[in-house]
């Protein structure tokens, strides 16, 4: 029986950690925390996730939470994970984390700069592992400390991998830009997020000055070899959950459309968890919803001087909390889609 | 190893029983077909369903379909059922019906009235049985031939059972003002459920002359123990999946809220799907999203005239291959909620 | 030339009484206010405001406001009008209020038990008219102080008036459904008008405890002559703007789905702003958007016991802004119609 | 008094022209046709067109409606457009296509490749212009026949004219990666337009194989004096109206974002209709809606190499019937505003 603590259950991520997490099939028992409403029941924010029988789940104080369990996920505000980061690593638990704070290895100098904040612990940071199963598998499975991938990283990293590490792309002038639904900003409500001014409406913000931009650079810088300095614009769009990041690169030399669409078949026909689609069909979070599937379609531009990938996912699933399952279930040594083969609906 | 046989499975009520029966824990195989799209996978027509292992599910001829079945789930438009129940019923198989053939028993009048068409085998129709189990489990595991409630019916009847039963609703001017999701006019196209035309918008529909009127009208005289003739009132929302009834009825004898939330509230106890919620909270499709709930929130009217009841399911799901699943848990003899507790997500 | 004076110019009323006057006829010159935003122009909050040409209305105080104005719109919250209400009605001021202030006249009782707070100046609110032009045309052209009506009870009189006045509705027993756009919340975010948690769905809120019941009983007893206490429920709908009404009231003898028809067609024929649609047709928000109509259907129940009658408008016009501007119009003494003849999109 | 033909008025772009020009100061006659819906009145098929007094348009047949212009608006498919032209041409009337038949001018050959057809009558392309008023006023106003652009058009070549015509992005690899509403598919319905699915969702479809690249190539090449070959990408996008252009420009020479900012604002300055938002800000759809503004924000990428430019317009408006009315304006010699200034709604 495994001691499960979720820290900040009452954020979306966390509470999509517990409700994933619910229908997995491990001995488990699950305990959550959160700041703003320890003391009340999780169901009592998120009615949906009333249990018919059995009992409610209390949020509680995120330092007894920690202290009873043997996994954790913090799904805390940026800033917040190295204390408990700590304790873990000392207590021999596994730390899985879904903010920004274990993204970035031993650069702390670019974690800084974006982030305004030091390493507290450095050493903690040499031994973490960017949980991007496709990219890091063996190494998750080692892992102790997680730092669970950004959602837009996720659908760009995984939608560039086959074209650097196969060296198809030109690694100068990559464009990402992407679509992302109201659920990335998290459940406190804003202006941006007031139901009236984001429906029926795009908006594009943090041009060329959001978070995830070093984030991606440094996984794509990775898995090409060489450093990746590319474009990644986010918009607002009017859909509850979902990335789709649609992605150009210039090609180091003529593709057929069979070819390229090949090559990223080949190179992803044994990920369980992405999907490349049939040459003709076009990638949406349509298809990805609720599930923990990242559907990738292939492209040419019409003058052939360009590749195109639309990488679709449902952010709060591969983009946050069923990756993290996924990174649990690795580090407990247990079939890695274990609890994450949700059929998503098709409508 | 059963084996299992989807009609019409190339629409949205078939598809959802295929999504559903894939996560069933049942051991079995499935069949499906389709009149338009027979020879071509169900993943081509919905690529959500594409399996990333194992083998996508081919669109068969019915009659091949049916041959091949022990339980035959018909998802056929309305007026289609009869001859395959025949050939069920002859053959021992399980047929469970989820258009409107087999919800009247043996009223044929209304049937006929409402849809155009008299029996062909009435004596099918004697020993058919209403699937909505909270009224009719112990006739459903019975049961041959089930005929799965429409989704309208089930949120008003399910919001009704306790008033009625139990004696504290005036009989007559019941009033059911219902919203729906946009899934429930099916997969075909329309000006209708053009997106241009019904999102950002509230367009009631077949006012006062809807054919679940009869049907629902059926249930509740079943219900109540005397004829039941109520105000239905059909609007298309623009959401995907729900159904919101609001439902007004007569108080026989003033009643306090608290008398009248806690006689729904023991009534519906041990019923697996159907939550009362607390006092205070309000029933809404958002908290019952693909999963097999109905939500039912308990109000007085300010003027402490009227019970109103607020009643929320999935449409898709509790309102039509949710159901359909949990009477086939029933007829096979085997746990009622099984492959049927997925938890809504929370947004 | 006219002054005039928006009070509250950064709420969702205010600013669309702003975009009104902006294509409105009249010699005049408009001058703003906020709390929050003093200093800063509309068009730094509402970017769709920017003129190409010509200057920014900077937010200022609202004394000065007042002071510099002939004619001053109050979109204040409740509770705040009646100061300056005082100092128009001295001054020789045209005041139309927004707010729930003045919608309750000699009835402070009411108004007391609802909103919490007595009159500050009974006697202005014995001078005050409830402004709803169909209702009180003669009263609002001789009018200093207007009370203009709430958004549910717009929708809400004007479908009941027809029936209440001739007679043919029991008036025990009255439903009102209604559906609401979020913009009805107004500007200030909140967890109800958070996209993640509205979209998609339907929720009903203040179920038997809504402030617009009194308002909505007050005038329909005014309407019938007698004291109507109805049953309303309003529910959050997902869209921008209207507000549905499905009204249900019991027919005092039977009539034909023609002679109800006919008897809400002749009522409004000369109406400028109600628009009785043909036999047959259904009212929706979707055709009343950004103008300032209501749209009304009519219907019977299938058991022929009740009318039903649908009731759409535009929250923010003809349920805020334009009826106000509609008010201002006949104050004024001229065309009623002027500067409010936008025809609403099709689509 | 003009007498003013719309051909295909029952379609959107048609009944969008209706729309605007109803409140159009011109003196002036409208007459309507339709191939689907001749003999039935325009509000039967858009109920929110109904006038509540006066006359419904009645739905005639084209040759007449033709016949008894002196301006003709024609908004049928692709390829039906030259027959008309060459009678308006010949009998002295205006002509405004807004199909794609007069957007291609001499160029026969890019004509024939795309849309499958030659031209009947060379000589009358000859003497079209491109109705795209920022960049062809002074020929508009001369012209007898104009050819209307396209909505992805419009907003793709007003966001890149500045950094062409002024040399700061190179045109090489120029990305334009643009979302549009469920509108701009038409009023017939279709899988890809119906809401289950395409609501909350997000899909690229014609991914390097959408007409409107030649359009905009051509245009793009007018502007910068050399061929340029772009990259565009569509997607459907879970709203009604509107079209977001992210585009990606390498600059030629490093830039601040203020020197960038300043160009497009001086370049606009005095243009009517396009509004260069101040910096920082981001364009969006929502704040152009209903109105013929189309908005633009400045921006740079992070590693200072691109030029970034997000341009927003009603796809509906200035992507159709909006700018054909500004065309009639130009060619009328009336001021080019003229009934074009409605005001965006705030939300």
């Given at each position: ?13 966390g509470?999509?950690?517990v ?24 169901d ?14 209390m ?51 670019t974690?800084?700069?974006w ?13 973490s ?14 892992a ?46 804003s ?10 409406s ?46 150009y ?23 369980p ?6 040459l ?9 919803k ?20 639309v ?33 998503p609906?098709?409508?």
């Amino acid at each position: 029986m495994k001691q499960i603590g979720i820290l900040g259950a009452s954020g979306y991520a966390g509470a999509e950690v517990v409700r994933i997490l619910l229908s997995h099939p491990l001995e488990k028992n699950l305990r959550v925390s959160s700041v703003s409403f320890e003391g009340k029941t999780l169901d009592s924010i998120y009615p949906a996730l009333a249990a018919k029988k059995g009992q409610s789940l209390m949020l509680e104080n995120a330092d007894e939470v920690v202290a009873a369990s043997d996994i954790v996920f913090s799904c805390l505000p940026n800033g917040f994970a190295e204390k408990t980061a700590k304790i873990c690593q000392e207590g021999g638990k596994l730390f899985i984390d879904l903010s920004a704070d274990f993204r970035f290895g031993t650069d702390e100098a670019t974690y800084a700069a974006w982030y305004g904040k030091n390493y507290s612990y450095p050493e903690l940071h040499s031994m973490s592992v960017y949980g991007l199963p496709e990219l890091n598998r063996v190494a998750i499975a080692k892992a102790q400390i997680i730092g669970n991938p950004g959602c837009y990283p996720t659908s760009s990293e995984l939608g560039l991998y086959p074209a650097l590490v196969n060296c198809f792309a030109e690694t100068e002038g990559i464009i990402i830009d992407s679509m992302s639904g109201v659920t990335g900003s998290g459940r406190d409500p804003s202006q941006a997020s007031h139901y009236p001014e984001c429906a029926d409406s795009i908006s594009p913000y943090k041009v060329g000055a959001h978070r995830h931009q070093p984030e991606i650079d440094r996984c794509l810088s990775q898995m090409a070899g060489l450093p990746v300095s590319s474009v990644f614009t986010p918009h607002l769009a009017p859909m509850g959950r979902g990335i789709v990041s649609t992605i150009y690169f210039r090609l180091k030399k003529p593709m057929t459309i069979e070819a390229l669409h090949s090559a990223y078949r080949d190179f992803y026909e044994r990920e369980p968890f992405v999907r490349v689609l049939p040459l003709g069909a076009f990638s949406s979070n349509h298809n990805v919803k609720f599930s923990n599937y990242c559907d990738i379609s292939v492209h040419l531009s019409s003058n052939k001087a360009m590749g195109i990938i639309v990488s679709s996912i449902d952010n709060m699933v591969k983009g946050a909390a069923g990756q993290a399952v996924q990174n649990m279930n690795l580090a407990l040594g247990i079939e890695e889609t274990t609890g994450l083969l949700m059929v998503p609906p098709a409508f």
